[in-house]
């Protein structure tokens, strides 16, 4: 299918997502190593910001995103206030869920980003129902999961693919191949190298991509979209990529190849597309980006820094729509 | 006696075990090739001493998990298996409770099933999608059988009972304790019997039964109380199913004065089921109504203040046997 090519601004947007990705990020591992400052692990996606921004970028304002717990560059790529994003990782009060998620669930509905769950495989079961409702009311909307390699191992994900494919749902499965699952290596957990392979017993579309070239994410994104919108069903886009820092910030890494990790910090998606950027005539435009990357993740740290925390017995709250009381 | 961390026991039951049994193997995701380098983990540097054979790093796949255990249980292999955290234990659900709890009754006793389920509880920092007590609902489940320690001794001596019974255990262990709670452990072959309680303090003027963690909230509570002159008897059930009724009736005959103490929530909790047995069995002996005290009826929330006050303290349980010593 013949698209437009990517304008000016389209480039260069993608470009800037990627580096508010990394800006953030970088704090948020920095912040991870100051005793007492976050609670719980953090999980980063470095090394992945092209898969985010490339996807994200493709979507139209009333298509759904469901993700998981490595999902701070699908929702800074959705638009989402870093501030509020920080204050949520940091439990408090002016959180995007109010605290009641932190680090792991973060979810944006007012901007579909419409479901999170760090339940590894669930996703992809939202997402059919998601895609279900966009079908069912005829609307134009398509649902984008995100999932990892090591996710593809649940039954979840055969479920779900299974029936959005049967009844045709508008479902972008997009399988982040970050070539790790935890501390298990692709190959120690899934006997095929392409998960996209898969697809074709779906009887749907799928494709490996080079998750680290953000401008090919896109394209590749774009024109299954357009295939999960004309009513065709579902379609599986892997992307490979590398999960440069641990699973978690706590994660040594001691069982990762050294070799391997400096190959991929050789295919770095942002000094990659950088490249890409200055060969094209474009450089001027990334003067003054990462300064500004760099004073919205301040502002984002002051915000969240100067909200407090929820009450204790607010606690309480959000459980149901109408509260149930109970004696004693 | 040695002195260990909680995790370095549960290590060495599973250690044990397999030099005394070629038949018991251990599957699970990450307990051979862990993220986590940690010698109070309780797989630490088991994959290196026996072998992947015998240690086996699975993918993300609950359900394959336990259907593994309960295959190759009903063949004769004794498998110790490990569901990452408590909440994930509903994606083998099927298994565990469909299966591993019926089959052997469906056969009209012709089958067995010598399996232990090892799940990792406690309240961590990551919201409740990581945690969540969900002891009752397998408690609902006939064909299971529940162990759930306090302390390194019984992490070791329960854990073997486990391995070795005939019938499918599944063992409930608070990851806090592997690294915050340290004590003497037995040598060798040491067991403690499925359904027998421990005291873990004498005292004459009322009974707090509970397990886990809470037990030394309860034992903290019990020494406040003392400073008051009030004496708190505290049970450590150690395993819930078979539940020790014995010991609990004897010790309220005692006292007169019954409470209960968990972190899991309190309607339908396990507090539910003891409050109830009390009531049947030693009603004319009681001088004030059975307390429950557990977690508010909310899932596990982020934020540090909230999760802090989610979690019964001991100054909940000082004052609920206050009041029960004033109404008589
Ligand atoms: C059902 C379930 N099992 C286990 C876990 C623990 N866990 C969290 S992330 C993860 C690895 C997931 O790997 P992958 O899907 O490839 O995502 P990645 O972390 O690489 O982005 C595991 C095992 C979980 N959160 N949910
Ligand atoms: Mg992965």
């Known amino acids: 299918m013949q698209r437009d090519p990517l304008d000016r601004d389209q480039r260069i947007g993608l470009h800037a997502d990627m580096l508010l990705i990394r800006a953030f990020e970088d704090r948020i591992t920095q912040m991870a190593h100051e005793q007492g400052r976050l609670p719980g692990m953090q999980i980063t996606c470095h090394g992945q910001e092209a898969v985010a921004a490339g996807v994200v970028r493709a979507l139209t304002p009333r298509d759904?995103?469901?993700?998981?717990?490595?999902?701070?560059?699908?929702?800074?790529?959705?638009?989402?206030?870093?501030?509020?994003?920080?204050?949520?990782?940091?439990?408090?009060?002016?959180?995007?869920?109010?605290?009641?998620?932190?680090?792991?669930?973060?979810?944006?509905?007012?901007?579909?980003?419409?479901?999170?769950?760090?339940?590894?495989?669930?996703?992809?079961?939202?997402?059919?129902?998601?895609?279900?409702?966009?079908?069912?009311?005829?609307?134009?909307?398509?649902?984008?999961?995100?999932?990892?390699?090591?996710?593809?191992?649940?039954?979840?994900?055969?479920?779900?693919?299974?029936?959005?494919?049967?009844?045709?749902?508008?479902?972008?499965?997009?399988?982040?191949?970050?070539?790790?699952?935890?501390?298990?290596?692709?190959?120690?957990?899934?006997?095929?190298?392409?998960?996209?392979?898969?697809a074709a017993s779906y009887n749907m579309p799928g494709e490996m991509t080079d998750g680290n070239d953000v401008e090919g994410v896109h394209e590749t994104a774009r024109g299954f979209l357009e295939h999960c919108r004309s009513g065709k069903g579902p379609a599986l886009m892997e992307c490979r990529t590398y999960r440069m820092h641990g699973h978690g910030e706590h994660d040594q890494q001691q069982y990762v190849d050294k070799d391997e990790l400096a190959s991929w910090a050789g295919r770095d998606p942002i000094v990659r597309h950088a490249e890409v950027l200055r060969r094209d005539g474009l450089g001027e435009f990334m003067a003054g980006m990462l300064e500004r990357a760099d004073q919205a993740v301040d502002r984002a740290v002051a915000f969240a820094d100067a909200s407090p925390f929820p009450p204790p017995e607010e606690a309480l709250d959000h459980l149901y729509v109408n509260p149930i009381l109970r004696e004693g | 006696m040695p002195v260990k961390s909680t995790g370095q026991a549960v290590a060495e039951a599973l250690a044990l075990a397999m030099e005394m049994d070629e038949d018991i193997f251990l599957a699970g995701e990450g307990i051979g090739t862990s993220i986590h380098v940690n010698p109070h983990l309780p797989t630490f540097g088991l994959l290196e001493r026996f072998g992947p054979r015998r240690v086996r790093d699975t993918p993300v796949s609950e359900a394959a998990i336990v259907g593994l255990a309960v295959g190759a249980s009903c063949m004769g292999l004794k498998p110790v298996v490990e569901v990452m955290f408590f909440p994930f234990i509903?994606?083998?659900?099927?298994?565990?409770?469909?299966?591993?709890?019926?089959?052997?009754?469906?056969?009209?006793?012709?089958?067995?099933?010598?399996?232990?389920?090892?799940?990792?509880?406690?309240?961590?920092?990551?919201?409740?999608?990581?945690?969540?007590?969900?002891?009752?609902?397998?408690?609902?489940?006939?064909?299971?059988?529940?162990?759930?320690?306090?302390?390194?001794?019984?992490?070791?001596?329960?854990?073997?009972?486990?391995?070795?019974?005939?019938?499918?255990?599944?063992?409930?262990?608070?990851?806090?304790?592997?690294?915050?709670?340290?004590?003497?452990?037995?040598?060798?072959?040491?067991?403690?019997?499925?359904?027998?309680?421990r005291i873990a303090r004498q005292g004459g003027d009322a009974t707090l039964a509970t397990y886990g963690g809470a037990v030394h909230v309860a034992l903290q509570a019990a020494e406040a109380l003392q400073a008051e002159g009030i004496s708190l008897e505290v049970i450590d059930l150690r395993s819930l199913v078979p539940l020790d009724t014995a010991s609990v009736i004897a010790s309220v005959r005692k006292t007169g004065r019954f409470l209960t103490l968990h972190d899991a929530t309190r309607f339908c909790g396990y507090g539910a089921e003891l409050a109830a047995t009390v009531a049947e069995t030693c009603f004319d002996e009681l001088k004030a109504p059975v307390r429950r005290i557990a977690a508010p009826d909310i899932p596990v929330p982020f934020s540090p203040p909230q999760e802090a006050f989610y979690k019964p303290s001991a100054d909940q349980v000082t004052q609920v046997v206050r009041g029960m010593m004033h109404a008589g």
């Open chain 2, 90 to 197: 509903t994606l083998a659900a099927d298994m565990l409770v469909n299966h591993a709890a019926k089959l052997r009754y469906l056969s009209g006793g012709l089958s067995s099933f010598p399996l232990t389920v090892r799940v990792k509880s406690g309240v961590f920092s990551a919201g409740c999608q990581h945690s969540h007590s969900l002891e009752a609902w397998l408690a609902h489940a006939p064909g299971l059988k529940i162990a759930y320690p306090s302390n390194p001794a019984d992490a070791k001596g329960l854990l073997l009972s486990a391995i070795f019974d005939p019938d499918p255990v599944v063992v409930v262990e608070e990851m806090p304790l592997y690294w915050t709670i340290h004590g003497e452990v037995p040598e060798g072959d040491y067991r403690v019997p499925l359904g027998q309680a």
């Open chain 1, 64 to 198: 759904v995103i469901v993700t998981n717990h490595r999902s701070h560059g699908h929702l800074l790529a959705r638009g989402v206030d870093p501030g509020a994003l920080l204050a949520e990782i940091m439990g408090r009060q002016g959180g995007l869920n109010h605290g009641k998620s932190g680090t792991l669930h973060l979810a944006d509905p007012g901007r579909n980003v419409l479901m999170t769950s760090t339940v590894v495989g669930a996703g992809p079961l939202l997402a059919m129902g998601a895609a279900f409702a966009q079908h069912y009311r005829q609307e134009q909307g398509v649902t984008c999961v995100f999932f990892g390699d090591g996710a593809a191992a649940e039954g979840s994900v055969h479920e779900a693919m299974n029936l959005a494919a049967v009844w045709k749902l508008p479902v972008l499965f997009v399988c982040e191949s970050n070539c790790w699952a935890g501390a298990q290596a692709h190959k120690e957990h899934c006997p095929i190298g392409e998960i996209a392979a898969r």
